[in-house]
């Protein structure tokens, strides 16, 4: 399996929280749990103003197959259900609760018993109601993944322990810290998609994460691999290349060549789910960077203000510059702690200013670099370019919707060119000549 | 708490290269070659040096301000380089209003006029020699003969060991004794030629800072180099009375500068490995069929120009395969 994925590059992993054992925060006073926070279509309100509602007691239903539903992490009372910020810097339609300290259990016993005799058709009813979507960041609905089509058989599963966003180090400690709930999962995913083989992936820089994941009693055909630090080797395809070999075709998924990827907080998500019944309420981020008093690992509500966590954690050494909601490779810059934990909230960074270099785009060079690092084997400077001089139609020429938009051309350009943010738009641009 | 974020569009980190890294890296590379060209040519060499990188400086100014841009590409490196390009592809006893022309055709009409740094098809510094060379031909192919360590500003001139056995050939039929000299003196820079052209040694030094940096990769002077080596190497098996030996064409001439500063050229060469070596062997074999064939005893510059005009071409036939894409093999079957 000494394979390796095309492209990438090295930043810095800077896994300065990687020592910090996964604490809890004191609960917030409100918690805004947005209907968008997955891939999909948004989730349907199940209750409304004034209503009390129960720790884990379910609060909106799936839109739609690829959608999925909310629970409440606490118990509480429902304040409104209305627009609130979104990590996105919109205002989406969220359902605020107003926890009341009691933290009180909703009574699962009238939904069938969870539980492993129930069998893998079961579970795969379970974890779709117990809203669980992919905690890598990209909050993909996870029943749909174990959902495949009779004719795509599945013959191994991954459990992503990659994390090669720098900074990020909630999966390190997870993996640290509950081995056995992740390899859980993977029990459970391999019955459900009858695979026979699983491979935990980790990279080198987790030698230690590695080491514990061994230690486990590994279930029957599960195997630990280290793979050499390289960004975005997380990415399901590049993951599933380092691994295998295996290509996913242009426009598929990794089932297409008889694989499921899983991020390790997924699976231990799962397990929780079809053992304990516990719906996904609540996540583990790392909040960094140079500026937070308390960096470290948190377990905290879905839902919670990222205004509460940076209080809780100490606050901030000085005034903010740039706020970033996940990796800094793809993470998303936030104006405000306004927005709340989501489902896929890896992390939250904070820096200071003049600690991150400023930039100066200028004309591409052709130097050629963003080629060599492009993962998806792209021309990223073509594509900037067409995008910049609004060729739009050119675009579909040189496979725009191949990228993946994990930033490694725009993180080697020596002309500080924002590819990412022009192939967005030229992405963008193209959804809007076909809506026409 | 918080001030006044930045929404900046991910990745929020960046890797520490920018163009001045590369633009300065060149230049620290070239410096060696330059010294050379300095000890043989003296107080003629540092003020070709000079006059044509302040020239270009000033020329890129101009131009800029009547495009109404700012200066700050004055800053980024790319308008001295050419300058200090241009000064090694120029005998050091030319006339100082010629490498001010130089100076003008390379950054104004060489660059400029396209844009700007990026935009330009063929690389300035050569855009300019070329023009040299077809308008003033004695100026530019009566070079001095090197005297180590003059400060005088006379010098007597000759011919370079291309030329000298472009001429052998032509008047006895044989390439003569310049092409079997001891490889010595072409080496270290002792022989005619322009400032660049001389110091083999001093310029591959150069070009293996630029390896060992990263700042340009093997593909283009390995082909490069490997195409001449070969084919000059094949035509002297055959005939060592009218060919020259694959190592004189290599030390010879303004090869190891082509080969290494110029043909890597970002802007003006492909993208990808593949179609660098392309483009390498290309060089190459124009370059030999100039030196062997030709009317001009060297044909490097013409070569990497004729090369900087097949480039989009070559970029459009060498795009890697899309990941997820049938590779040939099995989009065949």
């Known amino acids: ?436 | 708490m918080i001030m006044s974020t930045v929404l900046a569009p991910s990745p929020h980190v960046r890797s520490s290269v920018t163009i001045e890294t590369a633009m300065y890296g060149v230049i620290i590379a070239l410096l060696p070659g330059a010294l050379v060209g300095a000890y043989y040519f003296g107080l003629n060499a540092l003020k070709v040096m000079a006059i044509s990188i302040i020239a270009c400086l000033a020329f890129e100014a101009m131009v800029l301000k009547i495009r109404g841009k700012d200066m700050s590409p004055l800053k980024d490196g790319s308008a001295i380089l050419t300058g200090l390009l241009l000064a090694m592809n120029l005998p050091s006893n030319i006339p100082w209003w010629m490498t001010v022309v130089g100076a003008l055709v390379a950054v104004g009409i060489g660059k400029q006029v396209y844009g700007g740094l990026g935009y330009n098809p063929f690389n300035p510094a050569l855009v300019a020699r070329v023009f040299l060379l077809i308008s003033f031909p004695v100026a530019m192919t009566s070079w001095p003969v090197p005297k180590p360590l003059s400060f005088s500003l006379d010098t007597v001139t000759g011919a370079t060991p291309l030329g000298e056995m472009k001429t052998s050939l032509l008047m006895e039929g044989n390439v003569g004794a310049a092409a079997n000299m001891s490889l010595v003196d072409p080496l270290i820079g002792n022989m005619g030629g322009s400032l660049g052209e001389v110091g083999a040694l001093a310029l591959a030094l150069g070009g293996i800072y630029l390896l060992v940096k990263k700042i340009i990769s093997w593909h283009i002077p390995v082909s490069f180099l490997v195409t001449v080596f070969g084919m000059t190497g094949v035509y002297w098996l055959i005939d060592p009375v009218k060919y020259a030996p694959p190592t004189f064409h290599i030390v010879t001439g303004g090869l190891i500068l082509g080969a290494f500063f110029m043909a890597t050229d970002y802007v003006t060469s492909p993208i990808t490995g593949k179609g660098m070596v392309i483009f390498g062997v290309g060089c190459g074999a124009i370059t030999v069929f100039i030196r062997l064939f030709g009317g001009y005893p060297e044909g490097v510059s013409f070569a990497i120009l004729l090369m900087n005009a097949a480039t989009p071409i070559i970029d459009r036939y060498t795009r890697p395969r899309v990941f997820g894409y049938p590779t040939r093999k099995e989009a065949r079957t």
Request: hydrophobic letters at 40%; charged letters at 20%; glycine letters at 12%.
């Open chain 1, 1 to 436: 399996m000494a394979n390796r994925f095309r492209g990438g590059v090295h930043p810095d992993d800077s896994k300065h929280t990687s020592t910090q054992a996964i604490s809890g925060l004191q609960p917030a006073e409100n918690l805004i749990l947005s209907l968008s926070q997955h891939i999909g279509a948004p989730s349907r309100p199940e209750v409304s103003a004034g209503d009390r509602v129960l720790k884990y007691q379910p609060i909106a239903s799936p839109g739609g197959f690829v959608s999925m539903s909310l629970h409440a992490p606490t118990s509480g009372t429902v304040k409104a259900v209305e627009p609130a910020p979104h990590p996105s810097g919109r205002f989406v339609t969220a359902i605020i609760i107003e926890p009341d300290g009691l933290d009180e259990v909703f009574d699962l016993t009238d939904k069938a018993d969870p539980g492993l005799e129930r069998g893998p058709e079961a579970w795969k009813e379970v974890i779709r109601d117990s809203g669980i979507v992919g905690m890598g960041g990209a909050a993909f609905p996870t029943h749909v993944k174990l959902s495949p089509p009779e004719d795509k058989p599945i013959d191994m599963i991954v459990a992503n322990g990659v994390e090669c966003e720098p900074y990020l180090t909630a999966d390190h400690r997870l993996m640290l810290e509950s081995p056995d709930e992740i390899l859980g999962g993977l029990f459970l995913a391999m019955e459900m998609l009858g695979a026979k083989k699983a491979v935990v992936a980790i990279e080198a820089n987790k030698p230690d994460a590695a080491e514990v994941m061994r230690k486990t009693d590994l279930p029957e055909g599960v195997s630990v691999e280290i793979l050499p630090v390289m960004y975005p080797q997380g990415a399901e395809k590049q993951l599933i290349q380092a691994l295998t070999g295996r290509e996913v075709p242009t426009g598929g998924l990794p089932m297409d060549v008889g694989i499921v990827v899983q991020n390790v907080g997924t699976l231990a998500a799962m397990n929780h789910a079809v053992k304990e019944g516990r719906p996904m309420v609540d996540r583990i981020m790392t909040l960094g960077g140079s500026l937070p008093n308390g960096p470290g690992n948190y377990l905290v509500s879905i839902g919670t203000p990222l205004t509460h966590i940076v209080e809780q954690t100490g606050g901030f050494k000085g005034p903010a510059s740039r706020l970033i909601n996940g990796g800094p490779m793809m993470g998303q810059a936030l104006a405000g702690l306004e927005s709340p934990v989501t489902k896929g909230t890896s992390g939250l960074l904070a820096f200071g200013p003049g600690e991150l270099r400023p930039l100066r785009q200028r004309a591409c060079i052709r130097c050629g670099s963003c080629v060599s690092v492009c993962p998806a084997s792209l021309m990223p400077h073509t594509l900037g370019n067409m995008a910049e001089f609004q060729l739009f139609d050119q675009l579909r020429e040189f496979n725009i919707s191949d990228c993946i938009e994990c930033g490694s051309c725009a993180y080697v350009c020596p002309a500080d060119r924002n590819m990412v943010q022009f192939i967005r738009h030229g992405k963008a641009e193209l959804l809007a000549m076909v809506g026409k």
